[in-house]
Nanobody, 122 residues
Framework: QVQLVESGGGLVQAGDSLRLSCAAS????????MGWFRQAPGKEREFVAATYWSGGFARYGDSVKGRFIIFRDNAKTTMYLQMNSLKPEDTAVYLCASGLKAVIDPREYDYWGQGTQVTVSS
């Protein structure tokens, strides 16, 4: 079992930056993938970014490439999502997830956090 808890969401203006955290506990291993997804009202869950706990690889969704960075702090078993140049269309609930493949399909991820709301005003 893996437990995931997100934090760091909030209300910001377009162009601002925000950093989300995902604290992991339980059975975490270096070959596990940690991913970020987001879901806006009435829309499907969208892949944002993913990386391995061991590092050295990161994958981003097209809509956030060049603006968002995923990184981890192994000492704290925490995953972060640094979001820069935020846009109103980034508004969504952001969820972290854990799985074995760094893929965009949310069905491939086994464990999920409860989510944190990010709202970007124009």
């Amino acid at each position: 079992q893996v437990q995931l808890v997100e934090s760091g969401g909030g209300l910001v203006q377009a162009g601002d930056s925000l950093r989300l955290s995902c604290a992991a506990s339980g059975r975490t291993f270096s070959n596990h993938v940690m991913g970020w997804f987001r879901q806006a009202p009435g829309k499907e869950r969208e892949f944002v970014a993913a990386t391995y706990w061991s590092g050295g690889f990161a994958r981003y969704g097209d809509s956030v490439k060049g603006r968002f960075i995923i990184f981890r702090d192994n000492a704290k078993t925490t995953m972060y999502l640094q979001m820069n140049s935020l846009k109103p269309e980034d508004t969504a609930v952001y969820l972290c997830a854990s799985g074995l493949k760094a893929v965009i399909d949310p069905r491939e991820y086994d464990y999920w956090g409860q989510g944190t709301q990010v709202t970007v005003s124009s």
